[in-house]
DNA sequence: ACCTTATCTTGACAGTGTCAGGATTATGCG
DNA sequence: CGCATAATCCTGACACTGTCAAGATAAGGT
């Protein structure tokens, strides 16, 4: 009957809570966010996660930096087998929206709270990986800033309507017609062809 | 000595609280928002906000009702005195932009909050006026629902990324520069020339 | 063995949203 | 005018939140 009888030292407790907060902020997005809630969820007591992170912001910057990188995971394996550059560029911006839509808590946590301390070190180098690896996307089609500008306010600005389901004629439509159309949306935003 | 000796009754609270709702937005920004804050603001009782708003989302949803007015109103603004439709249609583009950068919370508390409801009527309403002069100014340029899809993403994506400072691109420049830079990306997501 | 350190708990405090009930004033009706 | 009714606002309470201080427990190094 010794069946982990809750041991006084939790072993990982600083992952435990991690995942513990994910799930909180996916629950309840980032304006229902709980600091209790997590340590309920973890098992633990009220005060546990503050050794570990500090204070809620702590907590939520690491989960920032954390997403940020599964962001930028699930761009990459958007591009993975596209040969032509245009079509990789296209399928960034479709995972942007992909990401935005599955998670669009985590996604908003990134690009729309000021409860994470975006001063981070860590959060900082997720983002600058992210936004070094549109820049080479956009630089491969000869493109220069306006271009990178371009293709980013594109993909964001689909990406975080369709998070906060504010377009909804984006929804009325058949999962291929949709992908036809923000593709088309996305082209627009590539640099002119070379060609 | 009988000057203004706070009567029980306040006058017209609900607009008293609803300026001091709009401050303590900007102030404290959504997550950061308090209705007991807003109630001092506008000395009085932590409860009477209560009476007329219902509960803070009650509160909220009005004054996103009334950003979204707000926000269709610097467009219009900017709009007047172009003739060209294609420049107009840019200027709304920088209109967007423009009201993103200077309310950055109400900009987020209209399209990306929880908090507010938005299956109320009001909200709707002011919603759908927006989203209807967007469609006309496309429509006008002989543009579709791919046309209408890529300026509002377009803008948006600048909008919401330039209220929450993340793109520092942009603001290493000038404001002329800055400006024409906008106007080439809005400028791209505008239907092809009939010419 | 023992002291140090890291980890986690308990308890407290101020602040929050919301509800119930009471106080005060305005309003309509006789 | 007088009065019942309704609208408005306040007080007090409850559960919940984040954060701090102080203590309990366990791990690690010397």
Redesign the pocket.
Same mark, same amino acid.
């Given at each position: 009957m010794d069946m982990a009888e $809750? +041991?006084?030292?939790? @072993? /990982?407790? !600083?992952a435990?809570?991690l995942a513990a907060a994910e799930k909180e902020l996916t629950e309840k997005g980032v304006e229902g966010?709980?600091? !209790?809630? *997590?340590? $309920?969820r973890a @098992? *633990?007591?009220? =005060?546990? +996660? =503050?050794?570990?992170f500090? /204070?809620?912001?702590?907590?939520l910057t690491t989960l920032a930096a954390e997403g940020f990188t599964q962001f930028q995971n699930t761009l990459d394996a958007r591009e993975i087998g596209a040969t032509d550059p245009r079509e990789k560029a296209v399928r960034a911006g479709l995972g942007y929206l992909e990401f935005a839509v599955a998670r669009p808590a985590l996604f908003r946590l990134i690009f729309s709270s000021a409860r994470p301390d975006f001063a981070s070190a860590d959060l900082i180098a997720a983002a600058n990986r992210a936004y070094d690896h549109l820049v080479e996307l956009v630089t491969t089609l000869g493109g220069g800033e306006t271009d990178v500008i371009a293709l980013w306010a594109t993909s964001h600005g689909l990406a975080d309507l369709s998070a906060g389901n504010k377009m909804r004629t984006l929804q009325g439509k058949s999962r291929d017609a949709r992908e036809a159309l923000i593709r088309a949306v996305l082209m627009r935003s590539l640099p002119k062809d070379a060609g």
């Open positions: $809750k +041991p006084y030292h939790h @072993g /990982d407790l !600083r435990a809570l966010f709980s600091l !209790r809630s *997590v340590a $309920k @098992g *633990v007591s009220h =005060a546990a +996660p =503050a050794h570990h500090g /204070d809620t912001g702590g907590l």
